[in-house]
T-cell receptor, first 113, second 112 residues
Framework: DAGITQSPRHKVTETGTPVTLRCHQT?????MYWYRQDPGHGLRLIHY???????DKGEVSDGYSVSRSKTEDFLLTLESATSSQTSVYFC????????????FGEGSRLTVL | AQSVSQHNHHVILSEAASLELGCNYS??????LFWYVQYPGQHLQLLLK??????LVKGIKGFEAEFIKSKFSFNLRKPSVQWSDTAEYFC??????????FGQGTELSVKP
């Protein structure tokens, strides 16, 4: 399995609080992605990064921000969590794009009360 | 906007039955196509992929998929399913723009 670690794996928080999810990779892959998985919607791209300090928005970026100060770490921040952001969040990495295979982390389950 | 549609949301089969899961996409240019599988409680794993060449691609665990360009389809097939194939299956399309777009997923339940 690809060396991808997501933390925390489970988090329960309250509406209005900030939340940061971390994705750490040991593969030195250039591309990193944050997806959210919701029933009936599959996986939807939130943000992605194509290098240190280089990020771009995905399909559902509103309410989320990201940062990548090092190759190995990609942080996803919910500035003020809402119940609609209750979801399972997956980090993925890729060594090459556009044809590269994505390798996924184990997921982070976030519940916003 | 580019989109991926999986027509079957939940499929229930008995062991040894044949499987076909539909996937259609809405992008007219060159695409790369993928099927991912997510076993219960696990992360997504690549099942198979199509980049170019033979439109019939074979993946792991006896799965195969056929790319039909004229129909914008990339259906997944398996001649005989097993209980261990119970999982959620996702079709995904990359239009070579750096973003992989996923379908809604199809949940497959195989009864022993």
């Amino acid at each position: 399995d690809a060396g991808i670690t997501q933390s925390p794996r489970h988090k329960v928080t309250e509406t209005g609080t900030p939340v940061t999810l971390r994705c750490h990779q040991t593969e030195n892959h250039r591309y990193m992605y944050w997806y959210r998985q919701d029933p009936g919607h599959g996986l939807r791209l939130i943000h992605y990064s194509y290098g240190v300090k280089d990020t771009d928005k995905g399909e559902v970026s509103d309410g989320y921000s990201v940062s990548r100060s090092k190759t190995e770490d990609f942080l996803l921040t919910l500035e003020s969590a809402t119940s609609s952001q209750t979801s399972v969040y997956f980090c993925a990495i890729s060594d090459e794009t556009p044809t590269g295979e994505l390798f996924f982390g184990e997921g982070s389950r976030l519940t916003v009360l | 906007a580019q989109s991926v549609s999986q027509h079957n949301h939940h499929v229930i089969l008995s062991e040894a039955a044949s499987l076909e899961l539909g996937c259609n996409y809405s992008y007219g240019g060159t695409v790369n196509l993928f099927w991912y599988v997510q076993y219960p409680g696990q992360h997504l794993q690549l099942l198979l992929k199509y980049f170019s060449g033979d439109p019939l691609v074979k993946g792991i665990k006896g799965f195969e998929a056929e790319f039909i360009k004229s129909k914008f389809s990339f259906n997944l097939r398996k001649p005989s399913v097993q209980w261990s194939d119970t999982a959620e299956y996702f079709c995904a399309v990359n239009n070579q723009g750096g973003k992989l777009i996923f379908g809604q997923g199809t949940e497959l339940s195989v009864k022993p």
